[in-house]
């Protein structure tokens, strides 16, 4: 997530300062505001950080060792819906509310 945001901080000021001579800006009524037009850049990084914090959200199963969730963040990252299942699994067994610890993760496992 830091590394999200200094990514798009550097863009950002690269972008501005190719964008501060450009008349088409607008503070719609609010003099501390500068609305300039979206450049692709703009756009790239936002997609690319989207893509970025949905990969940070892959959750792993209960005593997966971290290796073998990376073939899962991969295939996350190139089709969104891979981790649904997951997610859904999760949600409907309610581990969340279970008593402790050891409960939590043998609903989560089911």
Avoid at 1 to 16: E, K, N, P, R, T
Avoid at 40 to 66: C, Q, R, W
Wanted: proline residues 5%; glycine residues 4%.
């Amino acid at each position: 997530m830091c590394a999200q945001f200094l990514i798009l901080l550097l863009f950002s000021s690269v972008s501005f300062a190719e964008d501060q001579n450009a008349t088409r800006t607008d503070n719609h009524g609010d003099t501390r505001l500068v609305c300039r037009p979206a450049t692709n850049t703009d756009v790239i990084i936002f997609f690319l950080g989207s893509y970025v914090a949905h990969v940070a959200t892959v959750m792993p199963l209960p005593a997966e060792p971290i290796n073998a969730n990376i073939p899962r963040i991969l295939a996350v990252l190139l089709l969104p819906t891979v981790g649904m299942e997951t997610g859904l699994r999760a949600i409907r067994n309610l581990a969340i509310f279970a008593k402790d610890d050891s409960a939590t993760a043998a609903r989560a496992a089911h």
